[in-house]
């Protein structure tokens, strides 16, 4: 089996880096390109941080950068996101997006792309964190009455977007289980005399400092008991392995959109 020739977005951050790593300890992935913006990290070997050079530079040219690659993967921001977005679908490139922070107008369009190539779209790529989201289903069907939700995530002080794609999902989920619309029902701020909860809502608080991974908990509360559910991250790694495993399942499947609860056979 050749192996699946993958390019990296945004290739000398952080999240990057941990994918460049990922593809290149892969047995059957292979280092195909790296994009990033223009800056100093432009032309510099894309594995360079690891001791071992891959021979693929850094580009900000998306047809250099893309030029021997079948897959992209993204965690980058919107606007870089949707710019790839563009040139992938238009060159049959398979798309794996974990970015987050979309508009609707940004969702759309990455809907429209995929009737032109295979997208994995999802935004966390977890393993770990999209059983949680099954067992969030089954927990909230069992808990619709007498039961108020609130969604705390925790994240460190670089991040851009708030709450987090992740506590976003895990309300939709929630939020469907139980018949409702997140976009009716969502609480995202409270501050001064906000009067007694209303007993449908899901509430959100985000917390973001220092160098926090990402911690996510729904918590169901009820009289006389509290349940909760959570999931915390220690390393982004899981992300790019969960990431690389999305890869291998588009690599045979046609143009289309598709997510993480399709990659583990959840749905």
């Known amino acids: 089996m050749n192996p699946l020739k993958i390019a990296i977005a945004g290739a000398s951050g952080r999240m990057g880096r941990m994918l460049i790593e990922a593809v290149q300890e892969a047995d059957d992935t292979v280092l195909a ?8 990290s432009i032309g510099i070997d894309a594995s360079a941080f690891t001791g071992q050079p891959s021979g693929v530079t850094i580009e900000s040219d998306l047809a250099k950068g893309l030029a021997n690659a079948n897959f992209l993967i993204d965690f980058t921001r919107p606007e870089g996101t949707l710019k790839h977005l563009e040139y992938c679908a238009a060159h049959g490139i398979k798309l794996i997006i974990g970015t987050t922070g979309f508009d609707e107008a940004g969702k759309a ?37 007498g039961y108020d939700i609130e969604i705390i995530e925790a994240h460190h002080r670089h991040k851009v977007d708030a709450p987090s794609g992740t506590a976003l999902q895990m309300g939709e989920v929630v939020a469907k289980a139980l018949g409702r619309d997140l976009k009716e029902v969502g609480v995202f701020a409270r501050e001064g005399v906000t009067g007694p909860r209303d007993p449908s809502s899901i509430g959100f608080a985000t917390i973001r400092g220092g160098d926090i991974i990402g911690d996510h908990t729904v918590l169901f ?42 990659v583990l056979g959840l749905k």
Do not use: C
């Not at 390109?33 to 100093?40: M, R």
């Not at 009289?223 to 392995?241: F, P, Q």
């Open 33 to 40: 390109g790296a994009l990033d913006i223009p800056g100093p």
């Open 109 to 145: 369009a990455i809907a429209a792309a995929a009737k032109k190539t295979a997208i994995m779209f999802a935004p966390n790529m977890s393993v770990g964190v999209n059983v949680t989201m099954k067992l969030l289903e089954m927990a909230a069907k069992n808990f619709a009455e």
């Open 221 to 262: 509360a009820g009289l006389g008991e509290r349940i909760e559910i959570t999931h915390k991250s220690s390393s982004r790694v899981h992300y790019a392995h969960g990431s690389l495993r999305a890869a291998r399942f588009l690599a045979d499947k046609p143009a289309g959109l598709y997510d993480m609860q399709d």
